[in-house]
Structure formats: C-alpha cells, structure tokens
C-alpha cells in the first residue's frame, strides 16, 4: 500500500493525540482518582499505538503498546496512580514525541526503547503480577451489554407482536483481521437485507471508525429464520464467531426496569451510550464504569465533539489571499467603469459586489487567524517539568487561550514566550524554603494571560516571585558594561527594568541549565520587535514580576500613508508618522552639512526620499514649498521630503520574494488599487 | 537511451536559448513593472504576477548584452527554481521543443556573448537550428549580485 499519502494524515494526528496525552496526563497527575481522564488517555493511546503499527512505526507501537498496558490496569483500578508512574509515563511521551518528531523530519522513526519498555513492564508486573494480561483477556471475552432506550424497546416489542423475530447478535472479527470498519460494514450489509438494526453498540459510526476491539453486538428485527442468518453473516471474511439469541418480549420488559437501578451493568451502558451520543466537549471525562463491568468495551467517542475542521496547507490560504486582492483590484475598476457608464442597474451590481468582497475580505483574514492556544498548550508540561527539575512547587494558570492572532506571528511568538516562561519559573519564582520563609503559599503562580485590545493583543507573563532586584540589576549592567556606574543613578524603575532586555545581560548568579545560557532577554525583544510587537516588564521587589508582550492582530495587513514622488508610489507605515506638513524651501537650512529644519520647536533632519531612491523622474529641489512627513524611530525624528501626498489606506504587506534581499530601504511592497506594486519604506533606514 | 527534454525556446539579441518547461511557471506579456531602488541596473523591479509580488530581470543585461526598449513580442518568462521565483525579460519567447538529450554538447567558452557557466549546453535541433540551454541555478546566483552591489556601493 502507498503510505506516502497518509503520512501527513498520520503526522498531524499523532501530534494531536500526542499533545492531548500530555493534556490529560497532567490533569490526571492534578486529580489522580479520576477514572474518566484515564479512559481519555487510553482512547488516545490505543488510536496512536493502531495508527503507528499501521504505518510501519514499531517502536512507537510498543512503546504505546506497554503504556497502553500501564494505563489499562490504572483504569481498572488495579494500580494506583503514583509519582515514578507518572514520571515513566511522562518520559515515555517524550519518547514518543522525539519519535514522531523524527518521523516528521524524515526519519524512521526508530529509537532504543527497551529500556523504557523494561521500565513499564516492569511496573505492570510490579504490582499486578500476571493480572495484567489476565485482565486484559478477561476483559475481552466480557461480551459488550447494551440496552435499548424506551423507544427501540418498544419497536422491538412491537415487531415481536407483528410475528418478526428480534435477536441478540454478537459478531467478533478474526485477531489479524486489517478492515474492522470493512468486514462490520460488510455484516450490516447482509443484516439490512434481511431486516433492520434496531440498536448496535457500539454505534455505528463508532464501529465505520474502527473504534471497536473485536466484537460489536446488535438488536434485529427479521423475518429471516436464525439458521440462515447465522450463515450468510459468518460467510463474510474474517469474521470468527457469530452468536445469536432470540429475544422476547418478557426480556425486554425485564430491560425496562433494569434502569432503574442505577448500580447495575445495564444502567451503566445507557449512560454510557448516552454519552456516546451527545455532542459532550472536547474532552468528557467517560462515565465511571462500576467494577466488572465490561471496561474494554466502552464507546469509544474519542474525545466527543470534534471541531468540525479541516485541516489547510498555509500556501493555500496565502495563494487564496493573493487571488482575492486581485479581485479587490478589479472591483475597483468595475467601480471606475460603472462611475463612467452611468446606469443604475450596473451601479446597483457594482455597490452589491463591493459588499459581497467586503464580507469575503473579512472571512480570508479571518481564516489565517489561530487560537493562542496551539501554542500554550505546551507550556503546562514545560512548567511541571521545569518545576520538578528545580524543586518547586509551580501552577501555571492559562487564561484567554481562544484569542486568536495571524498564523505567522503564532510561529514565531512561541520561542520567545518559551523563554519568558522559562525565565520566571528558574529566576522568578523563589524555591520552596524562600517563599515560606517570606510568608508565601508554598506553591508559587505563573500566570499566562492573553487577550484582545483594539487592533493588538496583549500576552502577559506574571509570576508572584521575588521581583525584580534594582540594586542587583544595576550592579550587573554596570560590570557588563551595559551602561556606565554615573547614568545609572538617574535612571527610572522602568528603565532598569528595560535593562534586562539589553544585550548580554543575565542576572542569574548561576547559569542554570534552564535559562541564563548567555542567549538572553534580549533575543526575545529583538524578536519581538521584528513581529511588529512591544514587550514590557513591570515588577514590585519581593511581590512578582509581569512581562507584558503587545502584539499586531496580524502582520500581512497594516495601515499605511500613500505617497508619490513623479509617477512612482510609495508606502510609509502609518506607526512610524508623527505628522504630514508642508515645508517652505527656504525653511530648510543646513547645519554641519546636515539639512535640518525646525518642527515644534525641535530640530529635525531633513532627508530627501527622492535622492535616497534615486528617482530618475523627481527632484525635490526645484520647488519652492515641499510636503514632508515626520517619522520616528524610538525618539528619534526625521523629515522626509516627499512630492505629493495620496492618502491614508490599508494596504496588504507582500515580501519581495528571495531574490532580492538586503534591500535596507524597502521592507516589503503591497499591490495597489490600479494593479500596480509600491514598495514599503522602512522608516528605521531613514533614520541613522 | 537517449531522454526527451522539453523546452520553453526565447530569442535574445537574435539567438536561441532553452529552459527546461518544468522550471518555467508561466510566460506573461510585458506588465507594469516597479522599479527598486539601490539594486544592480539588470533589475528591472518588481511586477504583480496575480496577487504575488515577482522581481523581473532584464536577461540582456544580466548577460551583459546592450538593453533594448521593450517592443511587442518582448515577454517575461516566470521561472522558479532553488526556492526563487524571478521574472526574466525577453525578446520574445514562442515555442515548446522536445530536445533529445544526446544531441546536447558542452557549451563553448562563450555563446552569442554569454559565458559559458550561465549555460548548461548547446542543443542541435534539426538541420541547422542550435538552442542554448540555460544553466538557471548559475543565472539566479545571487553571491554574484552581491558582489555587483558592492562593486556598485565602492564606484
């Protein structure tokens, strides 16, 4: 079989299931007696074991395999949950990870898992000796009860008193059968010919997505004698056992009842079906199944209620942004033509199209918008680990993981925040003996908050740790050179703050193996900077320390100031513009060689855009009153000459592709209403 | 065995060249094109290819040959290849030709004013018709534009 195909299928799905292990795990180490997350992880552990063995990945299978078996007595409640469980557990999903990560770079997917394998065997047997495979088998010979709900009870009964049949049947499929789904579709198949499924368990898309062991049961109604039946339904391949049983009308009366008791079998399966069937969150803890109930066949729902969503190459959403700004183009020349045309029927067309694109435009920018979350959920792992490897007692606390940012700054935002997280939990939060002895909660709390403000959206970092030492950060920047022992003693809270982003700075007296490794804050700013992003830090000594990052909604549209310089147009980011003015020539005047010119009392540089792009079609020179546009860097102004100013727009960034590069006075181009390109002037080239 | 190679056939100053149809995305009229600052003279800028934003390159100029006004039949051919899309600006580009790959010989030194390095070989095709075939990844070189613009940064 090609499996090239199902490769990327089998890559995102085991990233899922792998990151939702993780999830419940930690929610499990949280609450430790909660059955329901266990079944979570089973069901999770079982689809990534069938998936890896099908894909050829060994390793990753029995790795799955032995914690599969772990997690299988703890669902039972033949093992409890301990500390060196987890901690295997946890190192077998960070096995599995490596794994799956090399399978996504190439690789085999092949790693020496014996050891871990041991491990977990060796905790199987530990507790449970020989019990574990016992239980297993036990549990797999268990037939699967199921109940009927009022309403198929009473078809049956009815049926019963038309003179059909009603049975009972159970179906196993062969051990190495390959097509579950294939050969139980197959026994439906013949079964419909003959009469009608009243109920099956477990349900039937449950059983079209393979989520069943090896047998499924169902009540009938046919008129078909149980011989022939039995026959046709065992002529199908691989199927190993038919059983049949005719049900009556007193049986059912009996079911009727049953219910009623909420401790029997029988109710425990309504509930369960009950929960198979609604549409429960993402991840419904299972109903807690009674003792000796049969466990293997709980209904597989699979995490319930799947987003509905499909999964989208990146490039064809960029490709389906690019064809939609040509679309945008040629509504404004629809508009132009109709404008010119004068009639009211191709008006009327024209404005409905403008609102139609309008609505679409918003939907394409919405599609590159992600939840935060795809890139906090690994930080609750990292946090425990993290935590655990330093001896302290850390809780993450995620609020706001639904606000969503543009697909690209998620990529680059997580390294940065990583980093940040990393350096509360190492430098912020105190160890256990200093929190309590500087009267804290034992525990100490890292919040990661993300939320929506106007066209931004703020993440924040704040742990209740020990702040932010003045005197010790000063001390450290002035040996490091970073800035000398005089202007330190003017600086403000909030710039010695800022110190800890500067190049080269680290205030850990140690280099710990966690952060301090000399890359420092600084990386982070300068990243996100690049993003278009603002990061802050506030803090009050022996309190806590609070990053804040402000980040644009998205980078691929930005508000920008048009201008012309001739017939050629440029983009100035509106985020750099103090101010558009006009300037008398004779008010420009020069300094040491410098051309400056008075604006607000200040003294600005003044810089020629049509000298620093060298237009061949424009000088600035010849005229007598010039448009300028004050820009800035940091607190640093300049003005730039230009010819003529177009307008405010939003305009939508494109790259200049790889080809041309180190270009430091353009950062990227947009494509205008009329088709054409303008370039981007980067307004940090223009200032020195 | 001889292979079949397909190829986009373009004129420049009066000769014959050949790229390879699987590196050719697209063969576009002459479109608006913006210029870019602070770039080597054969950078024509940069075009709106449908919604993506494509530097255009004179191939005259970039071979070193005299620059020409664009006439009627000057085309730009959208080529990609080693992760680049550039367009190059011919004289004009109209035809497909199937090249068996023995009739290809090394190129000599220099070919209608090209070095030989921005070329992959010479084709025979038919009597008397000879097809350059283009060396794409040596044309995009981009170490040597960089050295361009630091020739150009000192002069």
């Known amino acids: 079989m090609e499996m090239n195909q199902y490769m990327s299928i089998f890559i995102d799905e085991a990233n899922d299931h792998l990151q939702s292990l993780n999830e419940n795990m930690l929610r499990l180490e949280q609450q430790p007696e909660d059955i329901g997350i266990v079944q979570v992880i089973f069901r999770s552990a079982h689809t990534l074991k069938g998936m890896s063995a099908t894909m050829g990945f060994e390793d990753l299978a029995s790795l799955t395999h032995e914690m599969e078996n772990v997690l299988d007595l703890v669902r039972n409640g033949k093992l409890a949950m301990n500390g060196t469980i987890f901690d295997t557990l946890f190192k077998g999903l960070d096995a599995l990870e490596g794994m799956v990560q090399d399978v996504v770079a190439g690789g085999t997917g092949k790693r020496d898992v014996a050891d871990l394998v041991a491990r977990l065997k060796a905790i199987v047997k530990g507790d449970v000796e020989s019990q574990g495979s016992g239980a297993k088998a036990a549990a797999q ?12 009870q009473s078809v049956l009964i009815q049926s019963l008193e038309s003179g059909h049949q009603a049975y ?10 390959l097509l579950k789904a294939a050969r139980a579709y197959m026994v439906f198949d013949v079964l419909e010919k003959h009469g009608e499924v009243v109920k099956s368990h477990p349900s039937v898309q449950d059983i079209e997505q393979e989520k069943f062991e090896r047998s499924f049961t169902v009540y009938y109604i046919t008129k078909t004698d149980e011989q022939t039946l039995a026959d046709q339904v065992s002529r199908v391949s691989e199927i190993e ?30 509930r369960e079906t009950a929960a198979a069937a609604a549409p429960a969150a993402s991840a419904p803890p299972a109903p807690q199944q009674p003792e000796g109930s049969s466990p293997r066949s709980a209904p597989a729902t699979g995490g319930g209620a799947v987003p509905r969503t499909i999964r989208v190459d990146i490039e064809r959403l960029d490709s389906l942004m690019n064809l939609f700004s040509e679309l945008l183009i040629d509504r404004v020349r629809l508009e132009q033509l109709a404008s010119e045309v004068r009639r009211a029927d191709l008006t009327e067309t024209v404005e409905h199209m403008a609102r139609v694109s309008s609505d679409l435009q918003n939907i394409v920018l919405k599609l590159r918008m992600v939840p935060v979350d795809s890139v906090f959920n690994r930080f609750p792992r990292m946090v425990r680990d993290l935590a655990k490897s330093l001896d302290k007692k850390v809780d993450l ?45 034992e525990t100490g709390t890292i919040h990661l908050r993300a939320y929506h403000s106007g066209n931004h959206v703020f993440i924040e970092i704040e742990d209740d740790g020990r702040g932010i030492n003045r005197p010790k950060v000063l001390e450290t920047a002035i040996k490091r050179g970073v800035l000398t022992a005089e202007a330190a003693k003017s600086l403000s809270d909030d710039e010695v703050n800022m110190l800890l982003f500067a190049a080269g700075f680290s205030t850990a007296d140690k280099v710990s193996d966690i952060s301090g490794r000399g890359v420092g804050l600084d990386v982070v700013k300068s990243k996100i900077e690049s993003l278009g992003g603002h990061v802050s830090v506030t803090s009050t000594f022996g309190k806590g320390t609070k990053f804040s990052i402000q980040l644009p909604l998205t980078l691929s549209i930005i508000s920008a100031m048009l201008i012309k ?27 040491h060689g410098t051309r400056i010119v008075e604006y607000r009392n200040t003294i600005v540089p003044v810089v020629s855009l049509a000298e620093l792009v060298e237009s061949p079609h424009y000088r600035d020179d010849g005229e007598t009153e010039t448009e300028m546009l004050v820009v800035r860097k940091g607190d640093k102004l300049a003005a730039v000459l230009v010819d003529e100013f177009i307008g405010q727009s939003e305009i939508v960034l494109k790259t200049l592709g790889k080809y041309l590069t180190n270009l430091d006075l353009v950062s990227g181009a947009t494509i205008l209403g009329d088709g054409q390109v303008a370039l981007i002037v980067d307004p940090n080239a223009l200032i020195k | 065995m001889a292979e079949e190679l397909k190829v986009i056939v373009f004129t420049l100053a009066n000769e014959e060249y050949g790229i390879e149809v699987d590196k050719v995305k697209t063969i576009e009229r002459m479109a608006p094109i913006t210029r870019v600052p602070k770039t080597p003279p054969f950078v024509k800028g940069v075009m709106n290819l449908r919604g993506v934003v494509v530097p255009v390159i004179d191939l005259r100029g970039r071979f070193g040959l005299p620059e020409t006004e664009p006439t009627e039949n000057s085309r730009i051919i959208i080529v990609s290849a080693n992760d680049l899309e550039v367009g190059f600006i011919v004289d004009s580009a109209n035809d497909v030709l199937d090249v068996m790959s023995d009739t290809i010989e090394n190129p000599p030194e220099v070919v209608g004013g090209i070095k030989a390095k921005y070329l992959s070989g010479v084709a025979k095709v038919g009597e008397d018709r000879l097809l350059i075939l283009l060396h794409l990844a040596e044309v995009l070189n981009r170490s040597e534009i960089i050295q361009l613009e630091r020739f150009g940064s000192e002069s």
């Open chain 1, 241 to 270: 056992s038919v059983r049949m049983k005719a049900v009556d009308k007193s049986s059912l009366q009996e079911m009727n009842r049953a219910p009623e008791a909420p401790s029997s079998p029988a109710a425990a399966t309504v």
């Open chain 1, 141 to 152: 010979e268990t037939p699967a009860s199921l109940t009927l709900d009022q309403f198929q």
């Open chain 1, 397 to 441: 606390v995620i609020t706001g993981a639904e606000t969503e940012l543009d697909r690209t700054v998620i990529d680059e935002i997580g390294d940065p925040l990583v980093h940040l997280i990393r350096n509360s939990v190492d430098h912020g939060v105190e160890p256990i003996a200093d929190r309590t002895q500087a009267g804290k909660p």
């Open chain 1, 168 to 177: 009972f049947i159970e179906v196993t499929v062969r051990e190495d059968c």
């Open chain 1, 565 to 591: 310089l001739g017939p050629e147009k440029y983009a100035f980011p509106l985020s750099s513009i103090v101010e558009t003015a006009s300037v008398k020539r004779e008010d420009i005047r020069t300094l």
